[in-house]
Nanobody, 127 residues
Framework: QVQLVESGGGLVQAGGSLRLSCAAS????????MGWFRQAPGKEREFVAA????????YYADSVRRRFTISIDNAKNTVYLQMNSLKPEDTAVYYC????????????????????WGQGTQVTVTS
């Protein structure tokens, strides 16, 4: 079993920054990839960013590229999402996810490829 706990969400004005954290515990030694997804009210969950457990590969949704940065600290079993230049449309519940199967290319973008999910953290961006 793996437990994922997100933190760092909150209320911020447009143009501001937040850093989300996702602490993983359990059988993290066999994790292959970590991802961030988000879901806004009335909308489907969407991919935000993902990273291989080694940190060597990163993937971003077009809507957040060059504004968000995903990183991983293997020693702490923690994944981060640095969010800069936030916009009101970034408002959503952000979820951390872990995959225990090797992913390639487009697989990183698909939520069903991930096996474990956190409880989510709310990010609200005001205009």
């Amino acid at each position: 079993q793996v437990q994922l706990v997100e933190s760092g969400g909150g209320l911020v004005q447009a143009g501001g920054s937040l850093r989300l954290s996702c602490a993983a515990s359990g059988r993290t030694f066999s994790s292959y990839a970590m991802g961030w997804f988000r879901q806004a009210p009335g909308k489907e969950r969407e991919f935000v960013a993902a990273i291989s457990w080694s940190g060597g590969s990163t993937y971003y949704a077009d809507s957040v590229r060059r504004r968000f940065t995903i990183s991983i600290d293997n020693a702490k079993n923690t994944v981060y999402l640095q969010m800069n230049s936030l916009k009101p449309e970034d408002t959503a519940v952000y979820y951390c996810a872990a995959s225990f199967r090797p992913l390639a290319g487009g697989s990183y973008y698909r939520g069903y490829e991930y096996h474990y999910w956190g409880q989510g953290t709310q990010v609200t961006v005001t205009s």
